[in-house]
């Protein structure tokens, strides 16, 4: 190899140096650029009320193909009227007058619970 070569070499290895080094910058800043680009408050409002939008279609679809199922409570034995009797889940809604707080020792927290006090429902209700 000639000294010519070597320079010839020398100076292509240079340039393909310096085109990386040029097209890695490039990229550095059309990354950076993109980082620095935040949305307007009003985008961001735009795409809160897509998404609540989308949501509600989406528990709208899932409430159709999956109707909340009907659940009876039958009552057999000793009630105030003395009959057994069977009560459909909008019946046994009006009953779920007795709340309760708890505490859940697993989530540390407390909860607020509902229902219906079958023991009044026995004797008072029905």
């Known amino acids: 190899m000639s000294t010519n070569d070597v320079k010839v070499l020398n100076v292509v290895v240079s340039n393909i140096w310096k085109n990386l080094a040029l097209v890695s910058l490039g990229i550095s800043v059309v990354y950076l650029g993109g980082c620095t680009k935040k949305p307007t408050n009003t985008q961001l409002e ?13 528990l709208a679809d899932k409430a159709k193909k999956n109707p909340q199922r009907q659940w009876n409570l039958a009552i057999q ?9 069977t009560l ?9 007058t007795t709340d309760v707080n708890t505490a859940d020792a697993k989530l540390e927290e407390v909860l607020y619970l509902f229902g219906a006090n079958i023991s009044l429902m026995i004797w008072t209700k029905i």
């Open 46 to 58: 735009l795409w809160r009320k897509e998404a609540s939008n989308r949501n509600a279609e989406i």
């Open 77 to 85: 034995g000793e009630t105030a009227s003395g009959k057994s009797q």
């Open 88 to 96: 459909n889940w909008p019946e046994l809604l009006k009953l779920a």
